[in-house]
Nanobody, 127 residues
């Protein structure tokens, strides 16, 4: 049974930091590129950051570039999202997702390409 379990969400003040963690089990982690998505109330789910199978290549949405960092530890089946300089507009439920791929590219073509999803963790940033 494949499981993606996110943790690390919570309440932060604007300008603060949070680190999200996603622990994956039930699959060969190194065969999957990983991504973090978020969905704010009343908005569509959007990609935040993505990382290739080996971790060499990354992708960031323009809204989080420089502030967020995605990285992975294939030995621990974990993908993390370090979020710095948080803004109120970062408030959302954050999801990690896994896409099986044979290529070394960080981001899948669409959300529907991702095979597995976590249950989400709430991030709330106060002004």
């Amino acid at each position: 049974q494949v499981q993606l379990v996110e943790s690390g969400g919570g309440l932060a003040q604007a300008g603060g930091s949070l680190r999200l963690s996603c622990v994956v089990s039930g699959l060969t982690f190194s065969n999957y590129r990983m991504a973090w998505f978020r969905q704010a109330p009343g908005k569509e789910r959007e990609i935040v950051a993505a990382i290739s199978r080996t971790g060499v290549l990354t992708y960031y949405a323009d809204s989080v570039k420089v502030r967020f960092t995605i990285f992975r530890d294939n030995a621990k089946n974990t993908v993390l999202l370090q979020m710095n300089s948080l803004k109120p507009e970062d408030t959302a439920v954050y999801y990690c997702a896994a896409d099986r791929t044979y290529i070394e590219q960080p981001r899948a073509s669409s959300q529907s390409d991702y095979d597995y999803w976590g249950q989400g963790t709430q991030v709330t940033v106060s002004s």
